[in-house]
């Protein structure tokens, strides 16, 4: 073999040498696709805030995780600030980057995840601790304002997943919200009294006294 390398011509051996380095570097660092491009960007912007930082060769947790931990506990406008300003840049950031992408970039676990988790807590918190009644009941402390989030990441869950993913969340939230109190004793097993209102109510019924409800072209 090293025979055959010493007779080459000098510019044959130059090409190889070259093609070989070539093959060497893109099989170690193959190009990127443009989605993977747009997902690089797509947690730099997000990086402190969905992704975790790093400071000084320490890696910093990302801020939604206490953020929804405080909106959960306070359950209240000013407690879910920081929380929803991060669920707002993730879905406006993700509905900036192009649509062929957006369903890689939603499939990230933790975008995925806050998408998941957000819409589902913001369903509940509007919901409250029973079935509340139709109409402006059923938004409950959120605001204009947050309804719009909400319906924006309805926007991106349903583009990015598909609407049956979306209808498949909701029924899965549809089946942890609370019903009406009974106005009888309660039967063994209810725990607070209240059973769940998938057990007592029809899924329209559901719908329309739900988050789920809202007419999103009135909140863009």
């Given at each position: ?5 010493k007779s ?8 190889l ?7 060497f ?8 696709t443009v989605?993977?491009?747009q997902a ?17 060769k320490?890696?910093?947790?990302p ?6 931990e ?11 600030l920081?929380?929803?300003n991060i ?16 369903s890689?970039l939603a ?8 998408l ?15 079935a ?8 409950g402390?959120?605001?204009e ?27 899965n939230i549809y ?9 009888t ?25 739900s988050?789920?409800?809202v ?6």
């Amino acid at each position: 073999m090293e025979n055959f390398i010493k007779s080459l011509p000098k510019p044959v051996l130059a090409m190889l040498v070259i093609a070989a380095a070539l093959i060497f570097f893109v099989l170690n660092d193959p190009p990127h696709t443009v989605c993977q491009v747009q997902a690089d960007n797509f947690r730099d912007a997000l990086k402190g805030d969905l992704f975790p930082a790093t400071v000084n060769k320490n890696k910093i947790p990302p801020l939604i995780d206490r953020a929804q931990e405080a909106c959960q506990l306070g359950n209240s406008s000013g407690s879910c600030l920081e929380y929803f300003n991060i669920l707002r840049k993730t879905a406006r950031d993700l509905k900036n980057f192009s649509s062929e992408c957006m369903s890689e970039l939603a499939g990230i676990p933790e975008v995925r995840r806050a998408l998941t988790e957000g819409a589902t807590l913001m369903a509940k918190m509007a919901w409250g601790s029973q079935a509340p009644e139709q109409g402006m009941a059923r938004f409950g402390w959120l605001q204009e304002s947050e309804i719009g989030l909400f319906c924006l990441m309805k926007d991106v869950y349903s583009q990015s997943f598909g609407e049956e993913a979306w209808k498949t969340l909701r029924g899965n939230i549809y089946k942890e919200l609370p019903g009406e109190t009974p106005r009888t004793t309660p039967s063994v097993g209810l725990g607070n009294g209240i059973p769940k209102a998938v057990d007592t109510m029809a899924e329209n019924e559901i719908w329309a006294r739900s988050l789920f409800s809202v007419r999103c072209e009135n909140f863009r």
